[in-house]
C-alpha cells in the first residue's frame, strides 16, 4: 500500500526567509502534484511532475521530483505571509485511478 | 470557466439518515473523483469515474457507500445510514481525462449528529 509522508508537519516562518518542504512517498510513481488548500476552501492546483528530474517554478516556490529517492520537494523562497496555507502532495501510483495524498504541511508565514 | 461545484455546501443530518451529494464537473472533464477529508488530515481516495462507469470504487468504505454518474457528467454520492464517523468534507475532483490534473471543488461539509 502506498504511504505519502511529509515533513514537516506544521512550520512556522519569517516573512523573507527560506525553506523546505519534504515528501517522501513508499513505492514506485512518477507522477507527483502539489496542492494549496487555505483554510475552508478546496484544494488548489500548485504543481504537477511526471518525471524524473522535474523542476517547477511559480513565483517563490519551486517543486522537484527524484523518482529513483522516491522524494519531491517544495521550497519556499523569500516567504510572505500570503503564503500561509497547508500544502499538500499527493502521488498517482496507477495512472490516473486516483491520488494518494500526505498528512498535509501547515505554514504560517509571520511578519 | 465554471469550477467544480458541488451542493450542498453544508448538511446536517441525524445518525441512521440517507443523504445525497452532487458534484457538477467542469464540462468536458471526463474523469471524475469523490475523496473524503477528515480534519487535519488530507483527502482520501472513494471512487474514481471515467465516464458513466466506476473504473476504482476500491476507497468506498463500506457498503453504505454509493456513487452514480449516469449520464457521464454530474455524479451523486449517496450514503445510507449515516454514522457519526462519516462526518467530513467530501470533496469532488474532475480531470480531462485519466491522469490528467484533478481540479478540486469547494467540497460537501457533512455533519452527522
Known amino acids: 500500500e502506498l504511504k505519502v509522508e511529509q515533513n514537516p508537519l506544521f512550520l512556522s516562518m519569517q516573512e523573507g526567509k527560506n525553506y523546505t518542504i519534504y515528501c517522501n512517498y513508499s513505492?514506485?510513481?512518477?507522477?507527483l502534484y502539489w496542492y494549496r488548500q487555505d483554510p475552508g476552501k478546496s484544494l488548489e492546483s500548485l504543481f504537477v511532475?511526471?518525471?524524473?528530474?522535474a523542476v517547477k517554478q511559480e513565483g517563490r516556490l519551486m517543486a522537484s521530483l527524484d523518482t529513483k529517492a522516491r522524494l519531491s520537494t517544495l521550497h519556499i523562497t523569500a516567504a510572505v505571509h500570503d503564503l500561509s496555507a497547508t500544502y499538500f502532495c499527493a502521488v498517482d501510483p496507477k495512472y490516473g485511478n486516483k491520488l494518494v495524498f500526505g498528512a498535509g504541511t501547515i505554514l504560517r508565514v509571520k511578519s | 470557466g465554471a469550477g467544480v461545484s458541488q451542493t450542498p455546501s453544508n448538511k446536517v443530518t441525524e445518525k441512521g439518515k440517507y443523504v445525497e451529494l452532487r458534484c457538477d464537473p467542469i464540462s468536458g472533464h471526463t474523469a471524475l473523483y469523490w475523496y473524503r477529508q477528515s480534519l487535519g488530515q488530507g483527502p482520501e481516495f472513494l471512487i474514481y469515474f471515467q465516464g458513466t462507469g466506476a473504473a476504482d470504487d476500491s476507497g468506498l468504505p463500506n457498503d453504505r457507500f454509493f456513487a452514480v454518474r449516469p449520464e457521464g457528467s454530474v455524479s451523486t454520492l449517496k450514503i445510507q445510514r449515516t454514522e457519526r464517523g462519516d462526518s467530513a468534507v467530501y470533496l469532488c475532483?474532475?480531470?480531462?481525462?485519466?491522469?490528467?490534473?484533478?481540479?478540486f471543488g469547494p467540497g460537501t461539509r457533512l455533519l452527522v449528529l
Open positions: 513505492t514506485t510513481s512518477d507522477r
Open positions: 511532475l511526471l518525471s524524473n528530474g
Open positions: 475532483a474532475s480531470s480531462l481525462g485519466r491522469g490528467e490534473t484533478q481540479y
